[in-house]
């Protein structure tokens, strides 16, 4: 699954989440957290499934309630007989809380006769202060992680700050947390996932800050709206030179598996070199 663009459709719409499955994005968060008020969470909690059973083969992710919620059991039992592709954990602050997610879609799983598995989770890791000193936590718990998602808005609302300065640069407390999420998710192995652009009449800002988030390395970035899609698959998407360029080196390594360097063009290439290049090849979707 492609995460350059998983954009957000609130539960309780039907034309919102119906516009989003029609569009580009790689992805569709439904959403029954932020965009949801809570006397609308039970219609949602009974939509998002039969949306989700309507269109199976589309990448669909449903974000549930935080586990601290009344609603989030509710969440969990009413999606996961629907088979999205993967659930959404928000607030997520270490291995207890993932853990025990795991636990519960695992027994969710069994009792609707789906493959123990077969249902991924992306986490929202550094919606609190605390959550960000837990990220180091996760690689023990990690099987189901499809992408850890860097969030900028509640981080920032936790430590009374606004997250960007006037110029659109992050504050101090948030570049540190983005770094962290950064690091984490190469150490598990996955995919990390920029936090929204708050403004969808801003493409140029959209942009710089998109293509900032690919050059540190993020794989993609969350979308709150249709018209932020093409700007950001886009940035997401290695020009063609990269990719011929990991071509390249993805067919003399694969023709020589144990190779250790070799030159190409006066440089020499390493095994470091083939790692790159796979992850150009599979951000270009090849």
Known sequence: MRLRSPLFAPGDSDRKMAKAIASAADAVILDLEDSVAAPAKPAARQIVPEVVRANLGRDLIVRVNPRSTPWYLDDLAAVVPARPTGVMLPKCSGAEDLGTL??????LEAAAGLPIGSIGVIAIVTETAASVFGLGSYGAVGS?????CFGAEDLSADLGISPRYSDGSYNAPVIFARAQTLVAAGALGVPAIDTPYPDHTDPAGLKREAEAA???GFAGKILIHP??????????????????????????FTANPDSGVFAMDGKMIDRPHWKLAQRILAAAGR
């Open 144 to 148: 189901r992680l499809l992408a850890l």
């Open 227 to 252: 018209a932020q899609i093409d700007v950001v698959n886009a940035a997401f998407t290695p020009p063609d030179d990269q990719v011929h360029w990991a071509e390249r080196v993805n067919a003399a």
């Open 102 to 107: 795991s636990h519960h879609l695992e027994a």
């Open 214 to 216: 690919a050059a540190d």
